[in-house]
């Protein structure tokens, strides 16, 4: 038993010592993803934003090129894609009035096409100057315009609503803005990034920088882009959001994860997306 | 507290095997049954309701090689002029999938499905004729256990 | 009633007399297997929907049993042939006794 825990013990410190190594290895192959034969097709790969400085090399790649042929055919086909069901939850709910002033989002935006472009811009500085992702927005006009609850941040009709409102922006490159006012949010991002975190002391560039194409178990490491968030995942057969996400990793390094909507993890997502400046947004995406 | 940490570790390290795993504490946690389940061979006879089950050609069954993850396999079967196929997971503690009875104004005898394995196993889709045949075919599924409980 | 439960099925509007035409059917649902158990270590009991009926104008297409193996949000893709304009009606059986129903029209030119 006592051996049992040191070689265990040793693995985890190990993998720390080995992780740092350059390790990353270009995925072999970038076929577009090809959707329902073709009524939308979205490239897999952009060139490398030039802000990173070659940390990723010439090219950044979405998440699908990681994956199983499966995983992958199942975002090609809009009916067998998983997400769609949330979809139409998320489309339902726009157009549904809700809390005291008996209104839906749609009694102000019209159809939801007209958030066309919204997420490629997510999180971004708001007019009194804070850092906001989409959700921040949505409870905004649940609280403030509606007099409805806010919903919670990972909450099923939050997923709804921002991948029924991604879906509008399907194909069109991530632009966020990294420079004036967002630049001090932008840079705490980067902090964070590089920052190892918990007993494996790993940080996201450990993995999804230099490693990534690199298997880590089973799994296959991407660059960690968020292009397609919020995703569909089969390993717990339902909707992720990013903050979600970024939990999940963190507490895989042991480590005590930040809030999700918290200033850090907004910091964060700014960061991670400008690593993705260029990739389309892919709306539903599925992932494994 | 050297070796308190060392304790959580190893908790810590069979917190992500577990997390990793399709169906969580599936393999290991199966319910108190009321009945005991009836196993895949059980499966295959009930369907095949005492005809001989061969295996051989006229059905075609395509599933993965290999599973990225076990909750949601894309599983394929073809058994032209078939009335009814079983399809069975060998090695989930419920080895049954689903039966398809095809009607009239089928198309024709072929489904696509998703299914749950709990581990690496063989699948089996069994189909009926209507001269009483019974015929099987098998495929090896390998389940891989993902890195990142995410 | 399991919570949004939705249908979906997606059929084509026309086809010629006779013709093969594929069918796609999801159903958001759960899917609680009965396998799995809750933070407290107590089962969480079986909740699938257990069962697929596809009819056109009356006659079967397809019958389908499903156990607790088959994924969350059941996916179903199949066939059927077309004598004539009508209706394709689709119901599922839930073990909490709901039964939830979608009806598709196709014209036969």
Known sequence: MTKAIRSLGALGISLALTLPALAETAPTETPDIVIDGGAVTLPTFADAPAHLEGALGDKIYSG????????????????????????????????TVDGTEGKSCASCHNEIESMKGVRAVMPKVNAAGELWSMENYINDCRTNRMGAEAWKWSSQPMENMTLAISLQSRGMPVDVAIDGPAKPFWEKGKEIYYTRYGQLELSCANCHQQNYGQMIRADHLSQGQTNGFPVFRINGAGTVSLHERFSGCIRDTRAEPFEQGSQEFRDLELYVASRGNGLPVEGASVRH | MNSRRRTMLVAGAAGI?????????????????????????????????????????????????????????????????????????????????????????????????????????????IAKFTDGKVVRAKSNVKVTIGGCGG | MADNVKPRVRVPKTASKDEVITIKTLISHQMESGQRKDKDGKVIPRSIINRMTVEFNGQSVLDMTLEPAISTNPYVEFQAKVPESGEFKFTWYDDDGSVYEDVQKIEVA
């Open chain 1, 64 to 95: 699908w090129v990681f994956r199983d042929a499966e995983t992958r055919a199942m975002q090609e086909d809009d009916f067998a894609n998983p997400s769609m069901a949330f979809v139409d939850q998320g489309i339902e709910a726009w157009n």
């Open chain 2, 17 to 125: 095997a577990l997390a990793g795993l399709p169906l969580r504490v599936l393999a290991q946690a199966a319910a108190p049954a009321a009945q005991p389940e009836m196993t895949a061979d059980q499966w295959v006879a009930e369907f095949a309701g005492g005809a001989e089950v061969t295996d051989g050609d006229g059905v075609t069954l395509t599933a993965p090689e290999i599973a990225e993850n076990g909750n949601t396999v894309p599983i394929s079967v073809d058994a032209p002029g078939a009335t009814e196929i079983l399809l069975v997971a060998s090695g989930n503690p419920v080895p049954g999938v689903a039966k398809f009875t095809f009607g009239p104004l089928a198309g024709n005898q072929a489904v696509s499905t998703r299914v749950r394995l709990a581990k690496t196993q063989d699948v089996m889709a």
